[in-house]
């Protein structure tokens, strides 16, 4: 495996965090098939099954996943196709403490040009939501709106 590929895949989400308990011999004998690449991965087992007809529990075995994640993969895949088995992101989504109503206070807090800083901001925001948020969090948030505009 070329170390760009392997930075790709990390970079993408979709490097395997155990090719090494990928024990399918096609993942073990040639250099198409990529045990670092979970969504190649993931697709091969999948086939294996509906295609092949070999045994969920055995196929699980050899790809180095467990029963249950290959339902979620297979669900997955029925849901949205092979893109559907691109690992998610975790964690939050954006910013989940700045509300609509915590961001619009804010803007209005932040003079557009002056020396308010983003600690005092957080003060404010605790003082008024009773929700702590990091100044940079409200930093980026205030530099977000300032690229929309």
Same mark, same amino acid.
């Given at each position: 495996?070329?170390?760009?590929?392997?930075?790709?895949?990390?970079? !993408?989400?979709?490097?395997?965090?155990?090719?090494?308990? $990928?024990?399918?011999?096609? %993942?073990? !004998?040639? !250099? =198409? %098939?990529?045990?670092?690449? /979970?969504?190649? /991965?993931?697709?091969?087992?999948?086939?294996?099954?509906?295609?092949?007809?070999?045994?969920?529990?055995?196929?699980?075995?050899?790809?180095?996943?467990?029963?249950? #994640?290959?339902?979620?993969?297979?669900?997955? =895949?029925?849901?949205?196709?092979?893109?559907?088995?691109?690992?998610? +992101?975790?964690?939050?989504?954006?910013?989940?403490?700045?509300?609509?109503? /915590?961001?619009? =206070? *804010?803007?209005?807090?932040?003079?557009?040009?002056?020396?308010?800083?983003?600690?005092?901001?957080?003060?404010?925001?605790?003082?008024? =939501?009773? *929700?702590? $948020?990091?100044?940079? #969090?409200? !930093?980026?948030?205030?530099?977000?709106?300032? +690229?929309?505009?």
């Amino acid at each position: 495996m070329s170390p760009s590929k392997t930075d790709s895949l990390r970079e !993408e989400g979709t490097l395997n965090p155990h090719p090494e308990a $990928v024990n399918d011999p096609l %993942f073990r !004998e040639g !250099e =198409f %098939f990529d045990p670092e690449d /979970v969504v190649q /991965v993931k697709y091969e087992m999948l086939r294996r099954v509906r295609v092949d007809g070999q045994a969920v529990g055995k196929t699980a075995a050899d790809f180095g996943v467990s029963r249950p #994640t290959y339902y979620e993969a297979l669900s997955a =895949f029925d849901a949205g196709g092979i893109a559907a088995l691109v690992p998610k +992101k975790r964690g939050p989504r954006g910013p989940h403490k700045l509300a609509d109503d /915590v961001l619009a =206070f *804010v803007r209005a807090e932040a003079p557009p040009t002056g020396p308010l800083r983003a600690a005092e901001l957080a003060r404010r925001v605790q003082d008024r =939501f009773g *929700v702590s $948020v990091h100044p940079r #969090t409200i !930093e980026r948030a205030l530099r977000r709106e300032k +690229k929309r505009r």
